[in-house]
């Protein structure tokens, strides 16, 4: 499975944010974040951008260590 499973597995632990959470934010089930985590799922294109936009409301530097760790290199 992806990339985007283990960065945002690393980052929900590094930052302390559930799943639920995540979940919540971006209006999808735990379930579907759980499988992401993970990695039995590889989220979709739009998903990943979904999951920055809900760290971003969580908290911005999560978001920015997701982006950084998916793409596997420095945003800035």
């Known amino acids: 499975m992806g990339k ?3 960065a945002l597995k690393q980052v929900l632990e590094t930052y302390g944010i559930s799943q639920n959470r995540v979940a919540v934010m971006m209006g999808t089930r735990r379930g579907n ?15 990943v951008l979904e999951i920055r936009d809900a760290l971003e ?6 978001a920015e260590e997701f982006i950084r ?4 290199r420095s945003t800035q």
């Open 57 to 62: 409301k969580i908290e911005p530097d999560a």
């Open 69 to 72: 760790l998916y793409l596997g």
């Open 4 to 6: 985007a499973g283990q």
């Open 33 to 47: 974040v759980h499988r992401w985590v993970n990695e039995m799922a590889d989220p979709a294109a739009d998903a």
